[in-house]
């Protein structure tokens, strides 16, 4: 079991910037995978970053490529998400989730745990 829990999340003018944590504990060494996703009112959920744990490759989506960036800290087993540059449609809710089977997962049903999300929210 893996389990996932997200911080750092709050109110933020246009423009601002924000890091988000997310705390992994459990069977933290059998991680693939860790990435960032997101769900604003009435849309789907979307992965915005992805990174190997263990090799520490990255993927952005193209909406926040060159403004946010994903890291880790193997030490703490946390993954960040600094986010900069923020924009008012970016106001959702920010889920980190694991995948322990998919080394590179695209797809929400290829990560297996999910952390409860932290709220965003971009003021004009």
């Known amino acids: 079991q893996v389990q996932l829990v997200e911080s750092g999340g709050g109110l933020v003018q246009a423009g601002g910037s924000l890091r988000l944590s997310c705390a992994a504990s459990g069977r933290t060494f059998s991680n693939y995978a860790m990435g960032w996703f997101r769900q604003a009112p009435g849309k789907e959920r979307e992965l915005i970053a992805r990174i190997r744990w263990s090799r520490g490759n990255t993927y952005y989506a193209d909406s926040v490529k060159g403004r946010f960036t994903i890291s880790r800290d193997n030490a703490k087993t946390t993954v960040y998400l600094q986010m900069n540059s923020l924009k008012p449609e970016e106001t959702a809710v920010y889920y980190c989730?694991?995948?322990?089977?998919?080394?590179?997962?695209?797809?929400?049903?290829?990560?297996?745990?999910w952390g409860q999300g932290t709220q965003v929210t971009v003021s004009s």
């Open positions: 989730a694991a995948s322990i089977i998919t080394p590179m997962p695209t797809r929400q049903d290829e990560y297996d745990y």
